[in-house]
């Protein structure tokens, strides 16, 4: 067996009667914070207009819209929840795969299910084993400097978590895969850093992909034999390694005790609302500013060191909302003067505040080649915050809170859902939306949980 008939094997061997109670909750818990960035992206203007468009295109779907009255196609529904899922860069990601599985999971494989009636068990085993793909294909991929981890291994995620809503067998998951790989779009860094939001579509139009590769596929299209290592090796990155894409896999069938956890169980969860890159710098800063008592008029300056990425990261004056989540020197002030870094930090009302924009253009960035967002056994970030007294206070940050290694409380995540979708739906809807998803698997037709996904 190769590598991607071990990942095809894997897949259709993936039961959610054989998931241990760990996985069902961490798949559960991956569920819930999805939805929530989903249903507070919504609210967006061009997310609303988008979902209009979807709506009117496809007038008969049967797939919700997620904060919005209105359902579409599943093609248009996962393409338009996929990209309000990631505009306020509140959703989780994978260390270990370098990217975001959920979110080009979730859209496509919810969508699906809802217009096929299937129950809240199959919808789970299909998030389970779609996040596990994405993750090892992006883990074992060493994108180009430039290629952003939005939509690029994507397209797989999707295009597995739908086949195995079918039932389809390894063959054709192999297939699919291959057939996915070939649609993944090449995605760069630079409109992120703009704030342009077209990068918000990364992940809608890899959704959008991966879901019909596996039409593709009932309708007799080929693919490569081994499609990921001639897109990742020879475009998108500058090596790809099979071998790593399959390491452990074979323990995630063993029952406890040496039983290897599923990647959906060793994910992280954003708890600032910005670019993972910042939250290492914004770790530390908020333990600082948390046990020193810290005002920001006593900040003279801010030095952070971090990982080699950050040089990109230094823009003082981000000039919209998308830019600011991806300027460390705007979320360190924001941090500071606030004391949140939540959306509200980073709005279009935020941008006009002088003490922020004070302050970030005296955060000073360096970086440390040693320094690696995947690392979880040495420093993603130094911190010193020099006082208008003359003390300077340090801080270290190895593990970023919401990692698996470092988890924040159930209800902590919870509560994010919570915060996120009050706005649009209401504290108390919100609320009996979380008792829904932590019931899923008692579903016998998720409608009963996308019903409630809307205001």
């Known amino acids: 067996m190769d ?74 529904a996962a393409l338009t929840n996929a990209t309000a899922g990631v505009a306020l860069e509140v959703d989780e990601g994978s260390r270990l795969g370098g990217g975001h599985p959920a979110i080009h999971v979730v859209p496509g494989a919810l969508a699906v299910a809802e217009e096929r009636g299937l129950d809240g068990r199959k919808l789970l085993e299909s998030l389970v084993a779609g996040y596990e793909i994405g993750s090892r294909i992006g883990g074992a991929t060493m994108v180009r400097a430039n290629v952003h981890s939005h939509g690029t291994w994507g397209t797989i995620s999707t295009a597995v978590a739908v086949a195995k809503l079918a039932g389809a067998p390894a063959e054709t998951i192999r297939e699919v895969i291959n057939l996915a790989a070939s649609m993944s779009p090449a995605n760069t860094w630079t409109p992120a850093l703009d704030g342009a939001t077209i990068r918000n579509l990364y992940p809608g139009r890899s959704g959008f992909q991966g879901m019909l590769a596996v039409e593709l596929q009932r309708c007799g299209f080929t693919g490569l034999g081994d499609a ?15 071998t790593s894409a399959v390491s452990g896999l074979d323990a995630l069938a063993r029952t406890a005790p040496g039983r290897e956890p599923y990647r959906i169980e060793q994910n992280y969860f954003k708890l600032h609302a910005c670019c993972r890159f910042n939250h290492f710098a914004l770790d530390a800063v908020t333990d600082l500013r948390r046990v020193h008592r810290l005002a920001s008029d006593d900040v003279l300056k801010v030095e952070v060191v971090t990982i080699p990425f950050a040089i990109r990261m230094s823009e003082p004056a981000p000039t919209n909302p998308l830019a600011a989540r991806f300027s460390i020197p705007w979320a360190v002030a924001a941090a500071l003067v606030l004391g949140r870094t939540d959306p509200v930090a980073f709005d279009s009302a935020t941008l006009a505040d002088a003490r922020i924009r004070d302050l970030a253009r005296r955060v000073e960035i360096g970086t440390d080649p040693a320094m690696s967002p995947r690392r979880a056994d040495a420093p993603t970030a130094r911190v010193k915050i020099v006082l208008r007294d003359g003390r300077t206070l340090e801080e270290t940050t190895t593990v970023v809170r919401g990692d698996a290694l470092s988890p924040a409380p159930r209800d902590e995540i919870t509560g994010k859902f919570v915060a996120l979708a009050s706005p649009i739906l209401g504290e108390s809807h919100a609320r009996k939306v979380a008792d829904a998803v932590d019931e899923i698997h008692t579903l016998d037709d998720v409608r009963a949980l996308t019903t409630l996904l809307v205001p």
Not at 228 to 242: H, K, Q
């Open 3 to 76: 590598y991607l008939d071990r990942l095809a094997a894997f897949v259709a061997a993936t039961r959610f009667d054989a998931l241990s109670v760990a996985t069902v909750a961490a798949a559960k818990l991956v569920l819930l914070d999805t939805l929530g960035a989903i249903i507070a992206g919504s609210a967006l203007p061009e997310n609303g207009e988008l979902a209009r468009l979807a709506a009117a295109r496809s007038p008969h779907g049967a797939a919700t819209l997620l904060g919005h009255r209105a359902k579409a196609d599943p093609f248009w």
């Open 228 to 242: 990921p290592s001639d897109v990742y090796g020879t475009i998108l990155a500058d090596a790809f390694d099979p």
